[in-house]
């Protein structure tokens, strides 16, 4: 029998698309906007801070000599950061599509701002005053710590001294964790009556426990390090956050992900710094890129690899694993950098809100370029520095 029916067999269009998936956002919550309504043109905001002052002896019929001399020092927030997501839609398509183009992709392009607004905010842990390290938490050194369902309550605590120890107020503390860290916490509260909830609500916040409000978000910065010791070995891996990088004999970067390992440690790592980044030119002699799907997971981290000297560096923002199956090359440290701190500690400035433009394509007549963009600024002044502190935590263990 060689019956050949296909012909009569249909097919058929989904009404709706596959879901694309963002990280949950928490900066607006977090941050202080009031400034935004000084930046009414210009793109600087002044807010000086004044010295302090001391007391002194005063005894009876002895004049005062000595007076405190009084400063003033400046320091300004500065609108400097602008984004934008450009693309093209055909009107043609638009007549022919099954799906509102125009509306998925607009509100993608909103997503991915949001995104990195948030990334910029969460950042400012580097300006914190204050860190807990391995010696907060039973071990020895700054380093970062490890946490366990025994000493996750002890982060709070700790955090909560920090903050005290500035005369910082009771009120709006907040914490600011990613999934592990929540699911640590969750595992040590197992049992136990508390109002740390299950659901992610508005803005991310999940609930209130030990005097902080707690946020979640996946876009926690981290920094990991690997020490390299020679030129890769060809197939050989890294892995970063799940998107495998293959090392591929010089010259033979063919298949996605692949890179080519030069002829020697250097131009390997340069190689492997493209191909991280999703920069350079892709080719056999440099990289083959990863999958769409793969690039989209590494940008959405806001991942980026820097090469110098033995020591590859990858930072970028969420819970983030790092691991090789090489001969040449050993994770270091993989730190993360959950922020605790009081609201409206950070300034942030959104002078343009992200929103859409549209320009009409001049050679084509259906044609029309689209932008979606937005403008901001951030600062944590000198004076709330010791309104925030972070965790250093050690995730060089994940799997």
Same mark, same amino acid.
């Given at each position: 029998?060689?019956?050949?029916?296909?012909?009569?067999?249909?097919?058929?269009?989904?009404?709706?698309?596959?879901?694309?998936?963002?990280?949950?956002?928490?900066?607006?919550?977090?941050?202080?906007?009031?400034?935004?309504?000084?930046? &009414?043109?210009?793109?600087?905001?002044?807010?000086?801070?004044?010295?302090?002052?001391?007391?002194?002896?005063?005894?009876?019929?002895?004049?005062?000599?000595?007076?405190?001399?009084?400063?003033?020092?400046? $320091?300004?927030?500065? &609108?400097?950061?602008?984004?934008?997501?450009?693309?093209?839609?055909?009107?043609?398509?638009?007549?022919?599509?099954?799906?509102?183009?125009?509306?998925?992709?607009?509100?993608?392009?909103?997503?991915?701002?949001?995104?990195?607004?948030?990334?910029?905010?969460?950042? $400012?842990?580097?300006?914190?005053?204050?860190?807990?390290?391995?010696?907060?938490?039973?071990?020895?050194?700054?380093?970062?710590?490890?946490?366990?369902?025994?000493?996750?309550?002890?982060?709070?605590?700790?955090?909560?001294?920090?903050?005290?120890?500035?005369?910082?107020?009771?009120?709006?503390?907040?914490?600011?964790?990613?999934?592990?860290?929540?699911?640590?916490?969750?595992?040590?509260?197992?049992?136990?009556?508390?109002?740390?909830?299950?659901? &992610?609500?508005?803005?991310?916040?999940?609930?209130?426990?030990?005097?902080?409000?707690? =946020?979640?978000?996946?876009?926690?910065?981290?920094?990991?390090?690997?020490?390299?010791?020679?030129?890769?070995?060809?197939?050989?891996?890294?892995?970063?956050?799940? &998107?495998?990088?293959?090392?591929?004999?010089?010259?033979?970067?063919?298949?996605?992900?692949?890179?080519?390992?030069?002829?020697?440690?250097?131009?390997?790592?340069?190689?492997?710094?493209?191909?991280?980044?999703?920069?350079?030119?892709?080719?056999?002699?440099? =990289?083959?890129?990863?999958?769409?799907?793969?690039?989209?997971?590494?940008?959405?981290?806001?991942?980026?690899?820097?090469?110098?000297?033995?020591?590859?560096?990858?930072?970028?923002?969420?819970?983030?694993?790092?691991?090789?199956?090489?001969?040449?090359?050993?994770?270091?440290?993989?730190?993360?950098?959950?922020?605790?701190?009081?609201?409206?500690?950070?300034?942030?400035?959104?002078?343009?809100?992200?929103?859409?433009?549209?320009?009409?394509?001049?050679?084509?007549?259906?044609?029309?370029?689209?932008?979606?963009?937005?403008?901001?600024?951030?600062?944590?002044?000198?004076?709330?520095?010791?309104?925030?502190?972070?965790?250093?935590?050690?995730?060089?263990?994940?799997?």
């Amino acid at each position: 029998m060689a019956n050949l029916l296909t012909a009569f067999s249909p097919e058929y269009w989904a009404p709706t698309m596959q879901e694309t998936f963002f990280k949950e956002n928490v900066a607006l919550a977090l941050t202080n906007a009031e400034l935004r309504a000084v930046l &009414v043109n210009g793109t600087k905001v002044h807010r000086p801070y004044r010295s302090g002052l001391k007391s002194q002896t005063l005894s009876k019929g002895v004049e005062i000599s000595t007076f405190v001399d009084l400063t003033a020092t400046d $320091e300004y927030l500065e &609108v400097n950061t602008a984004k934008v997501v450009p693309f093209i839609i055909d009107g043609m398509d638009e007549d022919e599509n099954l799906y509102n183009t125009v509306d998925l992709y607009a509100k993608d392009a909103q997503r991915v701002l949001n995104n990195q607004i948030d990334q910029a905010v969460l950042a $400012e842990y580097s300006n914190a005053y204050s860190f807990i390290s391995a010696q907060d938490l039973g071990g020895s050194g700054t380093s970062a710590a490890s946490v366990s369902k025994a000493n996750v309550s002890d982060i709070f605590a700790i955090a909560g001294r920090n903050l005290d120890k500035y005369n910082r107020g009771q009120q709006e503390r907040y914490a600011v964790v990613g999934p592990r860290l929540r699911e640590t916490l969750r595992l040590s509260l197992a049992g136990k009556e508390t109002g740390f909830g299950d659901k &992610v609500g508005e803005n991310g916040i999940i609930g209130s426990r030990f005097g902080f409000d707690l =946020y979640f978000t996946n876009n926690i910065p981290f920094t990991a390090t690997l020490t390299s010791s020679s030129i890769p070995v060809a197939a050989e891996t890294v892995t970063v956050d799940g &998107v495998v990088f293959t090392w591929a004999a010089n010259g033979a970067a063919t298949a996605a992900g692949e890179v080519s390992i030069g002829t020697n440690e250097a131009e390997a790592y340069a190689n492997l710094v493209l191909a991280i980044n999703g920069t350079g030119t892709p080719g056999a002699s440099t =990289y083959c890129d990863v999958s769409a799907d793969d690039r989209e997971a590494l940008y959405n981290g806001s991942l980026t690899a820097s090469f110098n000297t033995h020591t590859l560096t990858i930072s970028g923002y969420g819970d983030v694993v790092i691991s090789e199956a090489t001969t040449n090359l050993a994770v270091t440290t993989n730190v993360q950098y959950p922020l605790f701190g009081v609201k409206k500690s950070i300034d942030f400035v959104v002078r343009d809100a992200p929103q859409l433009v549209f320009r009409d394509m001049e050679k084509h007549p259906t044609g029309r370029r689209v932008y979606a963009w937005t403008n901001y600024g951030k600062k944590t002044f000198i004076k709330e520095k010791k309104s925030l502190t972070y965790l250093k935590l050690n995730t060089a263990n994940w799997v």
